[in-house]
């Protein structure tokens, strides 16, 4: 049983599914294997992540392995319907609607949990949290696997307090993911929505990047390549030198709220932005986030300094303020790629979602005897995967001769 909006958008939704899977070569190969191996027979997964066609290729690589998956979206406005209908078409049960309220959101996340998972992927930590609300559907199981940093804050922090009911695995650290997805699937996907939700110029304009983390440094490389002048927020002294050494300027969000053409949070903090930058920016500036919550934006403080709110285009809102100016805000404030855009390429979630079935492997095979801890995923895990994308891309790389081996691990010269 699904809960979708609309049967009748299947066939594009498996278009584009099988569209990426074309563009998947390691997540392929392990699907292959699954499906000889029967890794997950008897077993229920429930997923928690955006709900697009990348994400969709990967519950069906799950299926493949034996597991009957239950399949729901993590953010209600990244849900793409089509997608949805196409993966429940499939034989895989979905339950995920574009724009839904919080109520129906958290709904949607008991229907994914009713079968009582074995084991579960989480991205953000909503569904950890609707666990810990509801403790009964964990009955069965065994733990799960977390994949961004957003939702590694909150387990670490649910470990840390005691409060960690199953073991997890933290997929966002492994470097096949954070490494490839949050630098550069971050970088090219936020810009792919920013320019077509805004059909604006880039070069030229200054864009403010708030954190200078992974996603940061992703974001503000392309933002640079494409001829902007950009300006780096940051809290860490290091990262703030780095952007600095990157070419950036770097200065306190209070300064580079006057400067600023487009501003892009990407720190996984709240508040980042808030009135008295609102109150300093030029007129129709931009604001948007890709951190994982619509949380960095201030939105309800823009509100509620707004004389007129109104729509100005897809996913923009102008926010006009008493003296004049109009700032827009981008996709309510919510993760622009995701929900104003179509995501990262399929090349990058190929690396992160072979991550996350081995991941599930793991926790299949040896979760039982892990305690109730965030674990981070093994060094082999992320070799395997690494190797076997260097194979799906037709690429070879140098070995160590026993000479050289001897050379590295020696003290001689
Ligand atoms: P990170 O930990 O590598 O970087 C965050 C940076 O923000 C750090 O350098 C930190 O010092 C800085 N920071 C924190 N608070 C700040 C503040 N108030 N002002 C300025 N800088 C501040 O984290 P990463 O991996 O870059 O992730 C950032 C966020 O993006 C998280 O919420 C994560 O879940 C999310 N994410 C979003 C993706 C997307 O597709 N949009 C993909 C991957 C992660």
Partial sequence: ?????????????????????????????????????????????????????????????????????????????????????????????????????????????????????????????????????????????????????????????????????????????????????????????????????????????????????????????????????????????????EASMDGCRVMPMDKAAREGDIFVTTTGCRDVITRRHFEVMKNNAFLSNAGHFNVEVNGEELENMAVRVYKRRNDIMGYELPDGRTLNLLAEGRLVNLASGNGHPAEIMDTSFAIQALAMEYMAKNGRGLHRQVYEVPKEIDDEVSRIKLEGCGMEIDRLTPEQEAYMNGFEV
């Fill in 1 to 241: 049983m699904s809960t979708v909006r609309d049967m009748s958008l299947a066939e594009y939704g498996r278009m584009k599914i099988l569209w990426v899977r074309d563009f998947m070569p390691a997540l392929s190969v392990i699907r292959d294997r699954f499906e000889a191996e029967q890794p997950f027979r008897g077993m229920k997964i429930t997923t928690s992540i955006h709900m697009e066609a990348k994400t969709a290729y990967l519950a069906l690589c799950l299926a493949a392995g034996g597991a009957e998956v239950h399949a729901t979206g993590c953010n209600p406005l990244s849900t793409q319907d089509d997608v949805a209908a196409g993966l429940a078409s499939l034989g895989v049960n979905t339950y995920a609607e574009y724009g839904v309220d919080k109520e129906q959101y958290e709904k949607l996340l008991l229907e994914a949990l009713a079968c009582k998972p074995n084991l579960i992927i989480d991205d953000g930590g909503d569904l950890v949290e609707t666990l810990y609300r509801h403790p009964e559907l964990a009955a069965e199981l065994i733990g799960g696997a977390e994949e961004t940093t957003t939702g590694i804050h909150r387990l670490k922090a649910r470990a840390k307090a005691g409060v960690l009911q199953f073991p997890m695995m933290n997929v966002n650290d492994a470097k096949c993911k954070h490494y490839y997805d949050n630098k550069y699937g971050t970088g090219q996907s936020v810009w792919d929505a920013i320019m077509h939700t805004t059909n604006l110029l880039v070069a030229g304009r200054t864009v403010v990047v708030a954190g200078y983390g992974y996603c940061g440094r992703g974001v503000a490389m392309r933002a640079k390549g494409m001829g902007a002048n950009v300006i780096v927020t940051e809290i860490d002294p290091i990262k703030a030198l």
